[in-house]
């Protein structure tokens, strides 16, 4: 059976992911913010998060063991592609979790996770979506739902997300990977490692690891941000 969602609305935050984890010890919470003083990027980037943006984090205590916590990392670029399609806006995934269109940057994910005995109690699913929010001093390529064409609120487009979530957040690891891999715009791709090096991503492993082929040598990449180098 589904667990109903809760929200909880906030006009200002410094991070949803942090409040999240500060005052959020239940399953299945949305916290949604207008605005995030302090928005977290992966690798310790900052994320520019004013007016009119989507600032979403979800709660999830599915108890899963670590080697499926690929589960949240994998389903919300997913959710998201799909409510851009619902818009008509074609997005694609960049490994491991943005979402891009046309080449340029629509939306970032940040999962963190608390974890025991190996297992994960507590996963914060963070999502940032540019839907209105000015994106002028983004710092990367990036677009937004309004400059795509869309009119949406931010709060139906988190409701939207948030309900796709919730069906892939029940899909297992493998399955997930096999509803993604069409979509990475990644793969079959020239890409640079954070060490620098340089190799053809080939496939996608069902714990969400990018296999990357660098010479006669293949490498399962888990962590860190890999860039098309051409
Ligand atoms: C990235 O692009 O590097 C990831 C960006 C993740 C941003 C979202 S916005 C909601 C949640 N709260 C945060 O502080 N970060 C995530």
């Known amino acids: 059976m589904k667990t109903k969602t809760k929200w909880v609305y906030l006009k200002e935050v410094d991070s949803t992911n942090d409040y999240a984890k500060q005052y959020v010890h239940d399953h299945n919470v949305a916290v949604l913010a207008e605005a995030q003083t302090h928005g977290k990027g992966r690798c310790g980037r900052a994320f520019l998060s004013g007016k009119s943006g989507m600032y979403l984090s979800v709660v999830r205590m599915d108890d899963l063991p670590l080697s499926a916590c690929s589960v949240y990392m994998l389903a919300a670029p997913l959710a998201v592609c799909d409510v851009l399609a619902a818009y008509g806006i074609k997005g694609e995934i960049k490994w491991p979790n943005d979402v891009w269109v046309a080449n340029k940057?629509?939306?970032g994910v940040l999962v963190e996770t608390e974890w025991r005995e190996e297992r994960v109690y507590r996963a914060v699913v963070g999502i940032g979506l540019n839907v209105s929010n000015?994106?002028?001093?983004?710092?990367?390529?990036?677009?937004?739902?309004?400059?795509?064409?869309?009119?949406a609120t931010v709060k139906e487009v988190a409701e939207r997300v948030v309900d796709a979530l919730s069906v892939y957040?029940?899909?297992?690891?493998?399955?997930?990977?096999?509803?993604?891999?069409?979509?990475?715009?990644?793969?079959?791709?020239?890409?640079?490692?954070?060490d620098g090096r340089v190799g053809t991503a080939i496939d996608l492993a069902d714990d969400g690891r990018l296999i990357v082929k660098i010479g006669g040598e293949c490498i399962a990449v888990a962590a860190g941000d890999v860039n098309l180098a051409e």
Do not use: N, Q, Y
């Not at 000015?134 to 009119?151: F, H, K, N, Q, Y």
């Not at 957040?169 to 490692?193: C, I």
């Open 169 to 194: 957040f029940d899909m297992s690891p493998a399955a997930l990977v096999a509803t993604v891999k069409p979509r990475l715009l990644t793969l079959g791709r020239r890409v640079r490692l954070p």
């Open 105 to 107: 940057k629509i939306a």
């Open 134 to 151: 000015d994106i002028g001093d983004v710092p990367c390529a990036a677009t937004s739902m309004r400059l795509e064409g869309v009119s």
